[in-house]
């Protein structure tokens, strides 16, 4: 018999454990991956904003708060990879660094509920993705029902259907 065949009695692991071996990920392109997944829905907003703030104040507040926003997630970031190294994963998505940062904490209280901040953590992102789609969906829809309305009876609420 040949050892090619298979045996169902092969002990060995489907799935091999992966070993850290440095950041899946270098902190400025796990930034910038992190801003343009926010930049969303934000941007069909921005020239009405920046009508209501004035031309000189939108742009030096444009300025000051996307530095605001990639400090806080550089900080997200290098906090990751730190929990990541101590933890010896690869690498954290939301939820679970979110559960090892209760984990790691002194606080007993959060090391014996990091797993319901885990799921609490990922309903949340579930929510905060499900609304910039909705967003995005109501501002196709509507561009449709302008260019398309006229041959397409049913308004925004088909455009809507049609779009998703």
């Not at 949340?124 to 993705?129: E, N, S, V």
């Not at 449709?144 to 609420?157: A, C, E, R, S």
């Amino acid at each position: 018999m040949s050892e090619d065949n298979g045996s169902v009695n092969d002990v060995r692991r489907l799935v091999q454990k992966e070993t850290r071996k440095g950041d899946v990920i270098s902190p400025h392109r796990a930034i910038m991956t992190l801003s343009k997944s926010m930049f969303n829905a934000g941007c069909f907003s921005l020239p009405y904003a920046w009508k209501l703030g004035g031309l000189w104040m939108s742009l030096i507040l444009n300025f000051v708060i996307a530095g605001f926003n990639w400090y806080g997630d550089h900080i997200l970031v290098r906090s990751s990879q730190h929990l990541a190294k101590k933890s010896e994963r690869v690498s954290l998505d939301y939820g679970h660094f979110a559960k090892k940062v209760c984990d790691y904490s002194d606080i007993r209280i959060l090391r014996n509920n990091s797993k319901i901040i885990m799921y609490i953590v990922n309903i949340t992102i579930l929510f905060y993705q499900l609304g910039m789609c909705s967003v995005a969906i109501l501002f196709i829809a509507n561009n449709m029902n302008h260019l398309l309305g006229d041959y397409i009876p049913g308004g925004v609420k088909v455009m809507a259907l049609i779009s998703f």
